[in-house]
């Protein structure tokens, strides 16, 4: 089935510690995103990139990173995690990178981070 | 700066008519989607707007106010499944989505 695949769906970190949230889609689709989700939020964009390649930062980048270097695969790393990242970090995909049309979600990862 | 306002939660019956208002405000404009989101799940395309009007789709219809910076979902024969958080999002004039925090919907027998 077409889609987006994260992994893990669910975490939890001590603090201090480096930790790799994966994320591959097989559409082929140029653009790919990660958001935070948090409770009485929107979602928030924490780095995006239009194309394999290349990558910018979003609303929220601080503690987090992230590369391209395929269409596919899209990882996003926090380097070391700290307890306000505690969320649930959503990857999603367009086809294009001009947002005009369905961006398509994995189905989150949780994480906890103590 | 950019703000999106919509209801944090609204009770509705099922088999009525509920109708969700998003108000926006953002740095220029290039569309605006809603997204259905059931609790522990990810988000769903639902509609995306980007011309004055309403547009329907099914039991769910969007209409967009551009002028007002004002949308809403109409969602009609409300069914228990419907039970999800509703996400406004307009796109900026960079095409980034700004999310509201979404209107939570309750359905009731």
């Known amino acids: 089935i077409a889609g987006i695949t994260q992994a893990p769906t669910s975490q939890i970190l001590a603090a201090g510690r480096r930790m790799t949230l994966r994320c591959t889609q097989d559409?082929?689709?140029?653009?790919m995103y990660w958001y935070r989700q948090d409770l009485g939020l929107g979602l928030r964009l924490i780095h995006y990139?239009?194309?394999?390649?290349?990558?910018g930062k979003g609303e929220v980048p601080d503690g987090y990173s992230v590369s391209r270097a395929n269409t596919d695969d899209f990882p996003l790393t926090l380097a070391s995690a700290v307890p306000s990242q505690t969320s649930v970090y959503f990857c999603?995909?367009?086809?294009?990178?001009?947002?005009?049309?369905?961006?398509?979600f994995g189905e989150g990862s949780r994480l906890t981070v103590l | 700066g950019q703000n999106i306002d919509q209801p944090t939660e609204m009770t509705a019956t099922e088999g009525a008519i509920v109708q969700i208002n998003c108000t926006y405000q953002?740095?220029?404009?290039?569309?605006l989607f809603w997204y259905q989101q059931h609790a522990g799940e990810a988000p769903t395309f639902l509609s995306y707007n980007v011309l004055d009007g309403l547009e329907e789709k099914g039991r769910f219809s969007s209409f967009l106010s551009r002028s007002k910076g004002y949308s809403y979902l109409l969602l009609k024969e409300l069914q228990m499944k419907d039970s999800a958080s509703y996400l406004c999002?307009?796109?900026?004039?960079?095409?980034?989505?700004?999310w509201g925090a979404g209107t939570k919907l309750i359905i009731k027998p």
């Open positions: 999002a307009p796109v900026d004039s960079n095409y980034q989505l700004i």
């Open positions: 999603a995909s367009s086809e294009e990178d001009r947002v005009t049309g369905e961006l398509f």
């Open positions: 953002t740095s220029g404009f290039n569309g």
């Open positions: 559409m082929r689709h140029n653009a």
């Open positions: 990139s239009n194309t394999a390649g290349t990558t």
